[in-house]
């Protein structure tokens, strides 16, 4: 199974509210990511967590809150977010094994669509 | 600064013809190189990657790539290409043995006719 899933696949959601975005996967990877991604564009990243730990933080505003609660899961808590942060959200899972884990191939979910009014 | 070129925005070639997705980078040390392909509303999916070793790289759905170290090029390839091929392509590569982000290229719209 070389499957990641995320829900919703959609979303709409005003500027005041909190969602979460969730992500799970069934490899047995250690090492999972979120990217932000607008039209057309390359994913950039925001977050990665090795062994459920929160390796890399690309300097990501607080509005957004990651969690992992454990090897298979990854939330992405949103709060107060603004206009500009609609985008597709996408998760991304790597074994985590290696050396590096930017090295590794990344099996990626289809994305959350978000959009913030 | 490590970079990833991938210098057309968008290429148009006829069904049944070669095509080739052109990729430059500038990473320090030895790179990993992947193509990464997104279909829309879809996510990326993996299509080859380029650690060592040979410098022709076979991949997912007839796709191959070539590592080029003199050009620090690695373009993708497939010889036969399908209406079906038409989808958003990635370049992206990292320094080898580092923990370090995958760094992407701008993306290119292959558009293939009929």
């Known amino acids: 199974d070389t499957e990641v899933t995320q829900t919703p696949k959609h979303l709409v959601m005003g500027m005041t509210n909190k969602k979460s975005l969730k992500c799970e996967q069934h490899m047995g990877h250690r090492a999972m990511y979120w990217y932000k991604q607008k039209a057309k564009k390359p994913p950039e990243l925001m977050f990665v967590y090795s062994y459920e730990k929160l390796s890399i933080n690309e300097s990501v505003p607080s509005r957004f809150s990651p969690e992992c609660p454990n090897s298979s899961l990854l939330n992405l808590h949103l709060h107060a977010l603004q206009p500009e942060d609609s985008a597709l959200y996408l998760c991304a899972s790597s074994r985590g094994t290696s050396g590096g884990v930017g090295q590794e191939t990344q099996y990626f979910g289809p994305g959350t669509r978000l959009l913030v009014l | 600064a490590q970079s990833v070129a991938q210098p057309e925005d968008q290429v148009n070639v006829a069904e049944g013809n070669p095509l080739t997705v052109k990729c430059t980078y500038s990473v320090s040390g030895n790179p990993y190189l992947f193509w990464y392909v997104q279909y829309p509303n879809r996510g990326l999916q993996f299509l080859l990657k380029?650690?060592?070793?040979?410098?022709l790289v076979k991949g997912s759905y007839g796709f191959e790539a070539e590592f080029n170290k003199s050009q620090t090029s690695f373009h993708l390839k497939k010889p036969s290409a399908l209406v079906s091929d038409s989808a958003l392509y990635f370049c992206a590569a990292v320094r080898g043995g580092a923990t370090n982000k995958l760094i992407f290229g701008t993306g290119t719209l292959l558009a293939v006719q009929p």
């Open positions: 380029y650690i060592t070793g040979d410098n």
